[in-house]
Nanobody
């Protein structure tokens, strides 16, 4: 059974930091790229960060570049998103995603809410 479970969301003040975690099971974690998406109220879901399966290369949306860091632990089958210098516009539900076109994998977690407000 495939599971992706996000944790670490919550309320944080502008300028603060938060680290999201995604625990996974039920698929070959090391073969999939892992991504974090977010969806703000009234907006479409957007890709925030990606970490590759083989090289571990990372990429980020321009809006979070320099502030967010994605990392993966293949032994623990987890992926983290370290978020710093948070802004009110970072408020959203954050989703963990496992993706591999080659293995036809596209799995989603249920999301964790991040609210940036004073």
């Amino acid at each position: 059974q495939v599971q992706l479970v996000e944790s670490g969301g919550g309320l944080v003040q502008p300028g603060g930091s938060l680290t999201l975690s995604c625990a996974t099971s039920g698929f070959t974690f090391s073969r999939t790229a892992m991504r974090w998406y977010r969806q703000a109220p009234g907006k479409e879901r957007e890709l925030v960060a990606t970490v590759g399966s083989i090289t571990g290369d990372t990429s980020y949306a321009d809006s979070v570049k320099g502030r967010f860091t994605i990392s993966r632990d293949n032994a623990k089958k987890t992926v983290n998103l370290q978020m710093t210098i948070l802004k009110p516009e970072d408020t959203a539900v954050y989703y963990c995603n496992a993706y591999s076109r080659y293995y036809s994998i596209n799995y989603w977690g249920k999301g964790t809410l991040v609210t940036v407000s004073s």
